[in-house]
């Protein structure tokens, strides 16, 4: 293949935000067949009492379908580290997100168990699920390692044609002595081992760089805040400071979704409910709840206002899937949909989260909205277990055994309001500032026309 016919099949190079937004438009068939998957099985058992896991191929298609939801989070650092880098990235991308998606916590101590899932939209056993670096880790990820086998290829090229004028000399003396080599040349004798520098070292060399980068950059020292501010937050409820507590659970379960900040306010809040207090936990339901409506607000907010810049109909599609998971009391899910959303802005998406889940539970524990379910002890019993998922209901759904029910959804929603307010206003500062700069991009995704128009085409169509 020639040189021109090579650049046609590799097609032109992506800009970074389009290359996330394809990145995650993928990311979002994959959610979906988790969700449905998984969701099937959950009506058909029970809903509908058919105890089809009991069956081998079910229970297998079960867990299968569990997978899918967090392999969602691989399925985008691969894809995003393709794009930016190519076939070389596909291997070490693949290989770091699945270790963090589903086995980084066997490594910190935990046991494997079997089977991976244990229950319907549980984490994965073992502490891994993105419990070690948040969600926003697995962005960090694709960067990495797509930039750096980028630019370790960048420079082994640098090196070849600045090295080659060096050889030269040398080459032609051996060539010479060798007829059938009498036509070698430095830069052909160099090339000879791209085979093996960009296949074999560059990717290992890239893979093992951002491992350290993501264990020592995020993993650790996010552990080390989490394990410090756990006590610190468990001292301020016990010592009935509420609206201190409220403000610090917030920002830590804004600041990362599920990983260890988040966590040890999960485990703050837990220590209360084993002491009876079930108000840290009630907060921490609700902004948790609230990280997959803020994207919903967003969306919406932008098109009301036309601010904020172009959100096309992947953006819909992921703004809504949240919410619409919350009306099934899935909080997995829930929260889950508004990763991607966020991977589109972080800049702007991050703060808005950060400050609708602080407002809410300040607002929250301040006023003392309480879920009386938070001192069960079959609720308990789950926080003990660290079970983030499926340990509290949506704030929506268990509204009976509130003590303030219309201030609890009154609360939620000005959180959520507030913190898309933010996420609009920062992007269209950020939306003005590539316009004067004249680097502003739209995207116009729709990964469910693409698919209708693949169904729709002939086989005709593909002939040359």
């Known amino acids: 293949m020639s040189a021109t016919n090579l650049r046609k099949t590799l097609g032109a190079p992506v800009t970074l935000k389009s290359a996330v937004a394809r990145a995650t438009a993928v990311m979002f068939v994959f959610q979906l067949f988790g969700a449905l998957g998984a969701g099937f099985i959950y009506v058909v058992s029970n809903i509908l009492g058919i105890e ?34 190519g076939i070389p990235a596909i291997a070490p991308a693949l290989t770091l997100s699945l270790f963090y998606s ?17 229950d319907f939209f549980t984490p994965p056993a073992g502490g891994a699920g993105g419990l070690n670096i948040g969600y926003m880790g697995f962005l960090f990820i694709a960067l990495a390692v797509g930039y750096g086998i980028r630019g370790l290829f960048t420079l082994w090229n640098d090196i070849k044609n600045k090295l080659a004028p060096k050889m030269e000399k040398t080459v032609r003396s051996f060539a010479a002595a060798v007829k059938p080599l009498k036509d070698l040349k430095a830069i052909a004798l160099l090339e000879g081992i791209d085979l093996i520098v960009l ?27 989490g394990e410090t501010l756990e006590p610190v937050l468990t001292d301020m409820f016990a010592a009935g400071k509420n609206a201190g507590g409220g403000l610090l659970l917030g920002v830590l379960v804004g600041a990362d979704t599920i990983g260890p900040l988040s966590m040890a306010a999960f485990r703050a809040a837990s220590n209360a409910s084993v002491a009876g207090n079930a108000v840290p936990m009630t907060a921490f339901a609700l902004s ?8 919903f607000a967003a969306y919406f907010l932008g098109k009301i206002t036309k601010r904020g810049g172009k959100m096309d ?33 972080p800049l702007s998406v991050i703060p808005g989260t950060i400050l609708a889940c602080a407002f809410t539970a300040l607002l929250a524990c301040s006023s003392g909205i309480s879920n009386a379910l938070y001192v069960a002890p079959e609720y308990v019993a789950r926080f003990v277990e660290g079970d983030f998922y499926t340990s509290f209901a949506q704030p929506h759904l268990k509204l009976a055994e509130n003590n303030h029910p219309a201030l609890t ?12 307010a933010l996420i609009i206003v920062i992007r269209e500062q ?23 128009l693949l169904a729709g085409q002939r086989e005709d169509e593909d002939a040359p």
């Open 102 to 118: 589903h086995f980084a916590g066997l490594y910190g101590g935990a046991e494997m168990q079997t089977p991976l899932y244990t």
């Open 313 to 345: 109909t992947d953006d819909m599609n992921l703004a809504v899937s949240g919410p619409i998971n919350a009306l099934f009391d899935n909080m997995k899910l829930t929260t889950a949909f508004g990763v991607p959303f966020a991977y589109r802005s």
């Open 288 to 295: 948790f709840a609230a990280t997959g409506w803020v994207s």
């Open 430 to 452: 950020i939306t003005e500032r590539q316009k004067i700069r004249k680097v502003y991009e739209e995207t116009d995704g729709d990964i469910v026309l693409e698919m209708r």
């Open 409 to 420: 959804l009154l609360i939620i929603a000005g959180g959520v309001v507030l913190g898309a």
């Open 199 to 225: 296949v074999l070292i560059l990717p290992i060399v890239t893979a093992l760089v951002t491992y350290f980068a993501v264990q020592y950059g995020l993993a650790v020292p996010l552990k080390a805040i």
């Open 52 to 85: 089809i896991i009991r069956s081998p191929f079910w229970e297998v298609f079960w867990h299968l379908c569990f997978w899918a939801t967090d392999f969602a989070f691989v399925c985008f650092t691969l894809v995003l580290a393709y794009l930016i880098a």
